[in-house]
């Protein structure tokens, strides 16, 4: 295993639940993550891009990173953070909760989710984000845009907050939280997945610094 440092952002080629087991309680302010679902061969691959296609192996079994996480991990994770924001809260046995986070995707196509569900451990009205995804270049399955875990910052996170991440997957969040200066931990155990990850973040790290 490998880690990786980014300016503010430190990647773990690592089990994340290995990992949480060694912190301490309350170790992170935030924990915003994006576990599988375990959903297989769905609709949700015919819109990733090539790279993403290529963790569907030839007879379209569950891929290892599609494998949802047990108890043990949801125990593990409020133990080590002091709030949470769970992608695909409905998939999972959750404590109920008034603050649930809707992604309208403007989606056009009725086989397709028009919608996402995050659950989170606040106490706030459910807020709305409205945004387009269908952007080629996808890297991962499920890819999540930049600008919903910088709008998610921007509503849930205080200045100096301390975030966890356990399923890095595209790299999306460690991007957004270098453009908004949090100091995000991330965990990935999927090799592949970090390679692209980590030369996703580089190559936005450059052109921010390419003078225009």
């Not at 430190?10 to 935030?30: G, P, Q, Y």
């Not at 061969?41 to 891009?49: F, H, I, K, L, P």
């Not at 290892?64 to 994770?77: G, K, S, T, V």
């Not at 709305?128 to 996808?138: I, P, S």
Request: charged share 25%.
């Amino acid at each position: 295993m490998k880690t990786y440092t980014l300016e503010k952002i430190t990647l773990h080629h690592r089990d994340c639940v290995e990992a949480m087991r060694e912190m301490d309680d309350d170790c992170f302010d935030l924990a915003i993550v994006d576990p599988p679902y375990q959903l297989g061969n769905s609709n949700a691959y015919r819109g990733a891009g090539k790279l993403a296609k290529r963790a569907l192996n030839q007879d379209d079994k569950i891929q290892r990173w599609d494998i949802a996480p047990n108890q043990q991990y949801f125990d593990e994770l409020m133990r080590v953070s002091k709030n949470q924001i769970i992608w695909g809260g409905n998939y999972f046995d959750l404590p109920p909760t008034r603050c649930v986070i809707a992604w309208d995707k403007c989606q056009p196509w009725e086989n397709f989710s028009q919608w996402e569900m995050a659950w989170t451990s606040y106490s706030k009205p459910a807020p709305l984000f409205k945004y387009d995804n269908r952007t080629g270049g996808k890297i991962h399955p499920t890819q999540k845009p930049v600008r919903l875990y910088e709008w998610i910052l921007e509503r849930f996170a205080t200045k100096g907050d301390k975030i966890l991440d356990t399923h890095f997957g595209s790299g999306s969040h460690g991007i957004a939280c270098h453009n908004m200066g949090y100091e995000l931990t991330a965990y990935e155990v999927d090799g592949d997945y970090v390679s692209r990850a980590v030369n996703r973040i580089q190559r936005h790290q450059i052109q921010l610094q390419l003078p225009w």
